[in-house]
C-alpha cells in the first residue's frame, strides 16, 4: 500500500505536469484559439473550455488506467502470493507455499492484465475523440469510470477464478455474465481514492479481498 501510495503521488505529479501542455498544445497548433479569439462568441468559448476539461479529465482516467496496469503488472507476483494467503485463510487452512500454483498466478494475472490493457485502449481512443464533441462529450467520462471500473475488477477477480482452475477464456465468459460485481470492485478501489494517502494506501489490499468474496459469492449461487 505504501509503495502504491508513493507511485500514485509520482504519477499524477507528472500527470498534471504534462497533461495542461498537451491540451494546450493542441489548441495553438490547429490554431483552433486564434479562430475563438476572431468570432469573439462567449458561447463558443464556454463551450471549447468545457470540452478542454473533460479532454483533460479523459486523458487524467488513461494516464491513471496505464499506471494501474504497470502496477498490476510488477507486482502480479505480490499480488498472486497476498491471494493464496487470503485463500489459507479464508478456507482456514495452514498455508502452504506451492511454487507452481504461484508462478502459474503470476504468469496468468500479466497475461490477463496485458490483454485488458489493449482491449481499453481500443475503447479509449474514440472515447477520447467523442469528447471534444460539445454536449455529447461532457458524458464520455462517465463511460471511462466504469470501464475503468470493469476492468480493475475483472483483473482482481481473475485470482479467484485461477484459483478454481478455470481458464482464462471460462473466467472471462464468467465475468462477462457478472459484470456488476467487478464493476462494483472497481468503483469502490477508486472511491478510496478520494481519501488521501489511508485511502490510497488500502485501495489495493481492498480490491484484492472484495474480489476474492465476490468471486465466492459468484460460486456460491451457482
Given at each position: 500500500?505504501?509503495?502504491y501510495t508513493?507511485?500514485?503521488?509520482?504519477g499524477?505529479?507528472?500527470?498534471?505536469q504534462?497533461?495542461?501542455?498537451?491540451i494546450?498544445?493542441?489548441?495553438?497548433?490547429t490554431?483552433?484559439?486564434?479562430?475563438?479569439?476572431?468570432?469573439?462568441?462567449?458561447w463558443?468559448g464556454?463551450f471549447i473550455?468545457?470540452?478542454?476539461?473533460?479532454?483533460?479529465?479523459t486523458?487524467?482516467l488513461?494516464?491513471?488506467?496505464?499506471f494501474k496496469?504497470?502496477?498490476l503488472?510488477?507486482?502480479?507476483?505480490?499480488?498472486?502470493?497476498?491471494?493464496?494467503?487470503?485463500?489459507?485463510?479464508?478456507?482456514?487452512?495452514?498455508f502452504?507455499?506451492?511454487?507452481?500454483?504461484?508462478f502459474?498466478?503470476?504468469?496468468?494475472?500479466?497475461l490477463v492484465?496485458?490483454?485488458?490493457?489493449?482491449?481499453?485502449t481500443?475503447?479509449?481512443?474514440?472515447?477520447v475523440?467523442?469528447?471534444?464533441?460539445p454536449?455529447?462529450?461532457?458524458?464520455?467520462?462517465?463511460?471511462?469510470?466504469?470501464?475503468?471500473?470493469?476492468?480493475?475488477?475483472?483483473?482482481?477477480?481473475?485470482?479467484?477464478?485461477?484459483?478454481?482452475?478455470?481458464?482464462?477464456?471460462?473466467?472471462?465468459?464468467?465475468?462477462?455474465?457478472?459484470?456488476?460485481?467487478p464493476?462494483?470492485?472497481?468503483?469502490?478501489?477508486?472511491?478510496?481514492?478520494l481519501?488521501?494517502?489511508?485511502?490510497?494506501?488500502?485501495?489495493?489490499?481492498?480490491?484484492?479481498?472484495?474480489?476474492?468474496?465476490?468471486t465466492?459469492?459468484?460460486k456460491?449461487?451457482e
Open positions: 500500500g505504501v509503495i508513493s507511485l500514485f503521488i509520482i499524477m505529479n507528472y500527470f498534471g504534462t497533461s495542461s501542455f498537451f494546450e498544445s493542441i489548441i495553438l497548433k490554431g483552433l484559439k486564434s479562430f475563438i479569439d476572431s468570432l469573439n462568441s462567449n463558443l464556454f473550455t468545457m470540452g478542454s476539461f473533460w479532454l483533460w479529465f486523458l487524467l488513461f494516464y491513471f488506467a496505464l496496469y504497470l502496477f503488472i510488477f507486482f502480479a507476483p505480490l499480488f498472486a502470493y497476498l491471494h493464496l494467503r487470503i485463500v489459507a485463510i479464508q478456507k482456514a487452512i495452514p502452504i507455499f506451492n511454487k507452481r500454483e504461484y502459474r498466478l503470476v504468469g496468468r494475472s500479466i492484465n496485458l490483454n485488458n490493457m489493449l482491449w481499453q481500443v475503447y479509449l481512443i474514440p472515447i475523440l467523442v469528447c471534444t464533441l454536449v455529447v462529450g461532457w458524458f464520455t467520462p462517465l463511460f471511462t469510470i466504469l470501464m475503468e471500473s470493469y476492468f480493475l475488477g475483472f483483473a482482481m477477480m481473475d485470482f479467484g477464478l485461477a484459483t478454481e482452475k478455470q481458464n482464462k477464456n471460462l473466467a472471462a465468459a464468467y465475468l462477462s455474465r457478472h459484470k456488476g460485481l464493476t462494483g470492485n472497481g468503483i469502490v478501489f477508486y472511491l478510496l481514492h481519501l488521501p494517502i489511508i485511502g490510497w494506501i488500502t485501495a489495493p489490499f481492498y480490491a484484492l479481498v472484495a474480489a476474492h468474496l465476490n465466492q459469492e459468484i456460491d449461487t
